[in-house]
């Protein structure tokens, strides 16, 4: 089956840096890569995916990138806000028609210092 | 607003107790899942079902089942639990038309 490395566990930034986290996936036919947000007590929530035809994308501060060939994608956070702290999950999944099943990294959370 | 719903919220049982968790939703999707997230495993899938007679098993089902009772309801139950069980459960769904999951609030349950 599928395996999902998420990196790093923990990341601490100041207000305003940039923020990347890292993930590195096992199965070649893995096609859909979402990224989700939770915040502390809260339920996780789709903050933006990709899919393997396309190499970046990109939605205001967040933005991820896909390298088939090395089988690595990456969310990049800019310009973070305190609002960004919150634990991200990376996913890899395969399917069509909605019938993605998501394996998930372990998590990364994220820590912006005022 | 269309939701998915979870209940109980917060249970605390005892080893060898039968627990059920359940699931609700008015999104109208067909698609639901149950995960288990613990502290630094990040969301592990338990079972999931693509319509009402349709039930798999996902990485981590032993010890659980699960009953799809109509589109909109989706429970988890622990036969016997036992402490390993404890952790943070979360059902979600999806459409067939898109692959993103809506979660539930989740529900934290104690296994003493």
Request: aromatic share 10%.
């Amino acid at each position: 089956g599928e395996n999902v490395e998420q990196h790093p566990s923990t990341l601490s930034v100041q207000e305003g840096d940039s923020a990347v986290i890292k993930c590195t996936y096992s199965d070649s036919a893995s096609n859909y890569f979402p990224w989700y947000k939770q915040e502390l007590g809260k339920r996780p929530q789709l903050i933006i995916d990709i899919r393997s035809n396309v190499g970046e994308k990109k939605d205001q501060r967040i933005a991820v990138t896909l390298n088939k060939t090395a089988k690595h994608f990456s969310l990049h956070i800019t310009e973070t806000q305190p609002e960004d702290s919150a634990v991200y999950f990376c996913a890899a999944s395969r399917g069509s028609g909605g019938s993605y099943i998501p394996t998930f990294g372990r998590g990364t959370s994220l820590i912006v210092h005022p | 607003d269309a939701d998915v719903t979870q209940t109980p919220r917060n249970r605390i049982t005892k080893t060898g107790k039968r627990i059920m968790l359940e699931c609700s939703q008015t999104k109208g999707h067909d698609r639901m899942y149950w995960y288990r997230q613990d502290p630094g495993l990040g969301l592990q899938l338990i079972y999931y079902s693509f319509d009402v007679k349709d039930i798999n098993k996902g990485e981590i089902s032993d010890g659980y089942s699960v009953s799809r009772q109509a589109q909109a309801k989706f429970s988890l139950s622990l036969e016997s639990a036992i402490p390993n069980q404890t952790a943070l459960y979360f059902c979600a769904t999806s459409s067939t038309a898109y692959n993103e999951q809506f979660f539930g609030p989740g529900t934290r349950l104690t296994v003493l």
